[in-house]
């Protein structure tokens, strides 16, 4: 499996019902995922860095009777609410196969600047209807397409493991007791002061506050 473990999976679509069988699925793999409605009061406060693949809904609330180009530019507005210009490569899962209005998304999404690297489109009742199983592997091999980016998710997987495991390592180094905060934070003031080779002093760190270095 080569979805990101580490936060980097959106899902905007205004019918939570139908996409809870993805949200579980993807909660059954270990995969945490960013969930918007793609209504402007529940959309991220600033846009967010580092996505990698979109779950994208095309028929938003408020979307109907508008032409495909209107909706095709309003789907990237919202896109361009959640994900930075500087986010970096990310692939779109569009839940349609309309590829005229797909394709309209794409472009409207490179004049916002966040023009995805690469597309997949597919049929949403189709997949409820399955449970969305087999949807990790049709992803998986629409990656394999775009090597590049399916080494840095694996890439960027392995680092967020490797913190996961440091975090716990670290976090033993003492006691789980009620001085478990004050010893880790001793620990923390020693590894600043053999870094900066003086002592810590309050405009250098916070850690006064836990620990009196």
């Known amino acids: 499996m080569n979805l990101s473990s580490s936060g980097r999976i959106v899902i905007i679509d205004d019918k939570l019902e139908e996409v809870m069988p993805l949200i579980e699925s993807l909660s059954q793999m270990g ?11 529940q959309l991220p406060k600033s846009p967010m860095k580092g996505i990698r693949i ?15 180009k209107s909706k095709a530019s309003a789907v990237a507005n919202v896109l361009s609410k959640v994900i930075s210009k500087q986010n970096g490569p990310f692939t779109v899962v569009f839940w349609t196969k309309h590829r005229e209005i797909t394709q309209d998304v794409i472009h409207y999404c490179k004049i916002a600047g966040i023009m995805p690297i690469t597309n ?43 913190s996961t495991e440091f975090f716990f390592d670290f976090s033993s180094l003492v006691p789980a007791d009620e001085d478990w905060s004050k010893n880790i934070s001793g620990i923390l003031c020693t590894m600043a002061e053999a870094e900066l080779g003086k002592k810590v002093s309050n405009n250098d760190t916070n850690l006064r506050q836990h620990q009196d270095c």
């Open 31 to 41: 995969a945490p995922y960013f969930y918007f409605s793609g209504n402007e009061d």
């Open 54 to 68: 979109v779950f994208l809904d095309i028929e938003l609330d408020g979307f109907a009777g508008i032409n495909d």
């Open 120 to 162: 997949l489109e597919l049929d949403k009742l189709e997949c409820m209807k399955n449970m969305y199983k087999g949807l990790p592997d049709v992803i998986d091999e629409k990656l394999k397409e775009i090597g590049a980016l399916l080494l840095l998710i694996q890439w960027d997987n392995l680092v967020h493991k490797s």
